[in-house]
């Protein structure tokens, strides 16, 4: 079972984000700032994360910490990650909130599955 680690400022939508994943199969942590995701001790599959342009660099500390795993990113519209710039290169996918549920749980399979792929080749 796959660990999905979900970072969001919104506690509420955090937890509910879990729980739709969790009903697909998967298991969830959340923490609501990315400095303190890359401390909890805990290394996802992957990591679904609002990141926000003030939050950009966390990421990179982010990745030091839990290693290559993939990230799809969140957001309220596509200018919100044009503050973003560089950074957006290293998410696996990303999506407009408020999204669908079952494209959040697409998305986030399918970047798992492109990471298997890659561990394979």
């Known amino acids: ?6 970072i969001d400022d919104d506690p509420q939508l955090g937890r509910s984000l879990a729980r739709l994943l969790e009903q697909a199969g998967y298991t969830c942590s959340f ?3 990315p400095t303190d995701a890359a401390e909890g001790g805990v290394r996802p599959d992957a990591i679904l994360i ?12 982010l990745r030091a910490a839990l290693g290559e795993v993939p990230f799809v990113f969140m957001a ?12 957006m290169g290293a998410a696996d ?4 909130k408020p999204a669908a549920p079952q494209e959040l749980v697409v998305r986030v399979r399918t970047a798992l599955r492109r990471a298997q792929g890659d561990r394979t080749n």
């Open 31 to 33: 923490a609501t700032d």
């Open 76 to 87: 309220g519209g596509h200018a919100d990650f044009a503050p973003l710039g560089e950074l």
């Open 93 to 96: 996918d990303w999506v407009v």
């Open 50 to 61: 609002e990141l926000q342009p003030e939050d950009a660099p966390a990421l990179p500390r």
């Open 1 to 6: 079972m796959s660990h999905i680690l979900i």
